[in-house]
């Protein structure tokens, strides 16, 4: 019996281990399968699911909105000052230049004397029409008393009148001939040059430039414009001129040539500049600035604008639904920074950065400009 009881004990032992080894076998087999048939909700799950459910992130472009307004455009043109008169004073007669009463620079009114010529001859002709002049008046007065009384023929009076008016025209003849010798300024001025000497000998000076005389007041301004921008200026129209030395002046279109230039094909334009006091010089170079009609335009920046693939100067809009459009516009003016434009409808938004960066059906965030540049500091 006690034998027995041994070999039962061994036997409940080894069933013991044998049903704890299949246990955990078995226990291991379903932690092994739960890895398969049960969901993980573990980070890369997370992360995964998250990617899945969020949209892709959209291109942020700023964006201005267009305002249209009349806009006068000016055109500029390059040009010059030029005298509005310009006349080269000569001698009307013979003699010897004793007086010279001007200079260069000299500004002189019209009428006053600038040079004289001596010419003993003239004054002695002077001389001898005033006595013939005073003979034959003496002549009529002392007989014309007789004649009236019909002591002489009442025809010797006719004859006597018509002598003093021949001696007279013969002195009026004498006195304009010693003017000849007087040489005036033919208009207010400034003389520009002096081309003689006191003392030359003027015996050959009829004809012979003595000085040259401008007229400063007005100045004028003169362009050449090219046709096809001709349409666009009239006479009347204010215009500025800004010169080379940085001072400016506004005056009006006095002149549009209606013949082009044969060489260069432009129309001179010419524009009357007051110049009282002579500050405006002549044959500077200056530039004028002509309004022209007014259009209907809105001001981008610069930088706005860009080319589309075929080559056409525009600018990219965001349309309501957030796409990217071009728009081919047409520049009106120049302002170096900014520009003035045409073809842009009211209140589009226009992109004014990140442009290049986009194109046309292309979706994008729009923001304004102010919003980006904080978002990039």
Do not use: C
Request: a positive charge; charged letters at 25%.
């Amino acid at each position: 019996m006690r034998g027995a009881v041994p070999g039962i004990r061994g036997v409940i032992t080894m069933r013991v281990a044998r049903l704890t080894a299949f246990g955990l076998v078995a226990a291991a087999a379903l932690w092994i399968a739960s890895g398969h048939f049960l969901p993980r909700e573990g980070g890369e799950h997370r992360a995964a699911a998250r990617v899945v459910r969020s949209e892709p992130k959209l291109f942020r472009v700023a964006v201005e909105r267009t305002s249209l307004v009349p806009h006068r455009r000016n055109l500029a043109i390059s040009g010059r000052t030029e005298a509005d008169r310009h006349v080269a004073i000569t001698a009307r007669g013979s003699g010897v230049l004793t007086d010279l009463r001007v200079k260069r620079g000299t500004a002189v009114k019209q009428g006053d004397i600038v040079a004289i010529l001596s010419d003993e001859a003239r004054e002695a002709q002077v001389m001898q029409a005033q006595a013939m002049v005073t003979q034959k008046r003496t002549e009529l007065e002392a007989k014309r008393g007789l004649i009236q009384n019909g002591t002489l023929p009442r025809l010797q009076l006719v004859d006597l009148e018509a002598q003093l008016k021949s001696a007279e025209a013969a002195l009026a003849s004498a006195e304009a001939e010693r003017d000849r010798g007087i040489v005036r300024a033919p208009w207010s001025g400034v003389i520009q040059d002096i081309a003689v000497e006191v003392g030359q000998a003027a015996f050959s000076f009829a004809g012979r430039e003595l000085a040259v005389l401008v007229a400063l007041d007005p100045m004028l301004a003169v362009a050449e414009v090219a046709e096809r921008k001709l349409a666009g200026i009239k006479v009347g129209e204010p215009a500025e001129v800004r010169l080379v030395t940085g001072e400016s002046a506004t005056g009006r279109i006095r002149f549009v040539s209606k013949t082009a230039s044969q060489t260069t094909r432009t129309y001179r334009v010419e524009i009357e500049l007051p110049n009282a006091d002579g500050r405006i010089p002549d044959g500077i170079t200056a530039e004028v600035i002509v309004p022209q009609s007014a259009v209907m335009a809105t001001r981008v920046p610069r930088s706005a604008l860009t080319f589309s693939s075929n080559g056409v100067l525009g600018v990219r809009t965001v349309r309501g639904d957030g796409t990217v459009e071009f728009v081919p516009i047409t520049i009106v003016e120049d302002e170096q920074a900014m520009m003035w434009v045409a073809g842009v409808a009211d209140g589009t938004r226009v992109i004014v950065q990140g442009q290049d960066f986009v194109r046309e059906g292309q979706s994008v965030e729009a923001v304004g400009a102010h919003e980006l540049t904080a978002d990039a500091k």
